[in-house]
């Protein structure tokens, strides 16, 4: 019972630490703020994270584990490009994806064996558009993908930073025009490609 308090507690500290990160950025994250958004004690805090490099580095790993998630999350139903299109604004535009991702780029400058996990990141990324364009019955090469990739990623900035309607409506146009323009030069897909 108090291994699972310790790892209940362990994990609301997290919790509050990565709401603080999306919310306020990296410098937000004080020790005192996050325990008090935990609801423990200062003493609880340093004794699950004795130093703050021990906590940034578990909210790093905690952040991208939720990364990973979303991007291995698997289409639900047949993919079709509306539904396609629909799951690429939804990432551009949550709040979390594009926050998650700046404060982690952000961090590579304090630890730069971030720079590998992006890497490994992009090469998921590409390889779950693949297969959704795959789904679609089209081929693309990577260096498709990863203008397509880029534009989402632009359009989440832009959207981050302009916060309007008028920017979430831009986002979803251009998204949509991306994605047109990516299967109109697309090669069909031969039939044992499909896996």
Known sequence: MVRFLAVKTKQKILDAAVEILLESGFHAMTQTRIAQTAGVSQGNLTYHFPKKYDLLTAV???CKSRVEAVISAPPKGEMTQEKFIAFLSGVALSKFMPRVMM???MAVEDDPSLSIWFQNSEEKTR???????????????????????AAVIGVSNLHMQQNSAASEQAARDIIKMEVEYLIQNARPLQVEQVN
């Open 127 to 149: 390889a779950k558009l693949r297969r959704a364009v795959n789904f679609l019955g089209w081929d693309v090469d990577d260096n498709a993908l990863t203008k397509l990739r």
């Open 60 to 62: 790093v790993e905690e």
């Open 103 to 105: 404060a982690l780029t």
